[in-house]
């Protein structure tokens, strides 16, 4: 009986605070090591209908690198822990050692872009130019939603004529 006459206090304190923000458009499916694909290349085949002669094209791709991928997360990995534990150590940190290791990463990070760049291409091959079309409005659609979002959450206070011509205002 104490449960339901309390139900309407604990609904009033639930409700009485903002959720949480989450992440802004779809949530890439997973596979065992992350996303599928990375998030540029997904973008290309949103709301795309896709032969079995393109998802086999698609799926021989993907799979083309993935121990690459997978070299590449095990370097970055490594390379972040090696930063992580010159700037935990003892003593004065050694820049020539940690700009090297930060050399290291702005390396394999572009090597990534440009194996992303790559697999853009292909994919963009692989679509009939009715597809391109038709991911491409849907990619349209999603950037005004993105937009009509960021507006509905900026702040009241910065929703000034200034703020509205910078993307990355709050």
């Known amino acids: 009986m ?10 009033a304190i639930a409700n009485a605070h903002p959720p949480v923000p ?19 290349l997904m973008g290309m085949l949103r709301g795309v209908d896709l032969t079995k002669e393109q998802r086999e094209k698609l799926h021989a791709l993907m799979h083309s690198h ?14 972040d822990n090696q930063i992580g534990a010159l700037l935990l150590a003892k003593g004065p940190v050694d820049k020539a050692k940690l700009d090297g290791l930060v050399k290291q990463k702005e390396a394999l990070n572009a090597k990534d872009e ?17 597809q391109l079309d038709k991911a491409r409005a849907t990619q349209d659609k999603l950037d005004a ?5 960021r507006d509905l959450l900026r702040p009241p206070h910065a929703k000034g004529a200034a703020d509205k011509d910078d993307d990355d205002a709050p």
């Open 145 to 149: 939603l993105e937009g009509q979002i």
């Open 22 to 40: 989450g992440p802004v458009g779809p949530v890439p499916p997973m596979g065992h090591m992350g996303p599928m694909m990375p998030p540029p």
């Open 2 to 11: 104490l449960a339901f006459a309390a139900a309407p206090s604990f609904m």
């Open 114 to 130: 440009e194996a992303m760049a790559a697999d853009a291409v292909a994919i963009h091959d692989i679509l009939t130019p009715e």
């Open 66 to 79: 993935r121990q690459e991928r997978r070299d590449a997360m095990h370097q970055r990995r490594d390379l």
